[in-house]
């Protein structure tokens, strides 16, 4: 069955730093990229996606993944973490099928971020 | 406006008994998905449905079932609630299957 890894289930910063989550996933064939973040007690909003393209895509908030098809790899990352990032960020798959259609999102466990002030 | 709703917001409940969430999407998209967080904040997919017709279905027990009367509309049935059946449900749309879903603003459901 197809999975995806998030490798840092918990990570404290402070602000300013550089953040980098690592998402990979088991599937050789196309898949549709996501981040999704979650603050605390709301929805899950996109922060990000890669369907096709330039492998590096630009988010909202500053944030910006890279993907690396070699790898299965889809890490998330931000230059300058604020003390407002601190929330559950989630990778999400979606793993397409070569006659066409798709299931549903497949998420990481997720990454629950705290920035320090 | 909301894209997705979810209706009630919170649901607690005793054991045994059947509950009902509704979404709605005023996107005018064709694919509705239901989705279980639990306590540990997993989220799992449970169905999905492309205007009206059921495509995903998860191996989630049988006393979970959607129903879409329409293809704005995806709602879910739980009969004989469970303590196990506590968690946070997302209901979710997409234009298509495979892409950007939009979820709902969740129904947390607690099972006394």
Same mark, same amino acid.
């Given at each position: 069955a197809q999975s995806v890894?998030?490798?840092?289930?918990?990570?404290? %910063?402070?602000?300013?730093?550089? %953040?980098? %989550?690592?998402c990979n996933y088991s599937y050789g064939g196309t898949v549709n990229l996501f981040w999704y973040v979650q603050y605390p007690g709301q929805h899950l909003q996109l922060l990000l996606k890669y369907f096709s393209g330039d492998p590096l895509v630009k988010g909202i908030k500053g944030f910006e993944a890279e993907f690396i098809k070699s790898k299965f790899s889809f890490n998330l990352r931000k230059p300058s973490v604020q003390w407002s990032d601190t929330a559950e960020y989630f990778c999400a798959v979606s793993f397409l099928y070569s006659g066409g259609g798709a299931d549903g999102l497949t998420f990481g466990k997720g990454t629950h971020l705290i920035i320090q002030p | 406006d909301t894209a997705v709703s979810q209706t009630p917001?919170?649901?607690? !409940?005793?054991?045994? @008994? =059947?509950?009902?969430?509704?979404? /709605?999407?005023?996107?005018?998209? =064709? !694919?509705?998905?239901?989705?279980?967080? =639990?306590?540990?904040?997993f989220l799992k997919i449970m169905f999905s449905y492309n205007n009206k017709e059921l495509i995903? @279905? /998860?191996?989630?027990? @049988?006393?979970?079932?959607p129903k879409s009367p329409d293809k704005a509309h995806l709602n879910l049935h739980i009969n004989s609630l469970e303590l196990g059946d506590s968690a946070v449900y997302f209901c979710a749309s997409s234009l298509q299957g495979g892409g950007t879903q939009y979820f709902g603003p969740g129904t947390r459901l607690l099972v006394l």
């Open positions: 890894s998030q490798h840092n289930h918990h990570v404290i %910063l402070s602000e300013a730093a550089s %953040l980098e %989550l690592g | 917001k919170y649901l607690v !409940t005793q054991m045994g @008994n =059947d509950k009902s969430i509704k979404c /709605e999407q005023n996107l005018g998209h =064709d !694919t509705m998905y239901w989705y279980k967080q =639990d306590s540990k904040k995903i @279905n /998860e191996t989630v027990p @049988n006393r979970f079932s």
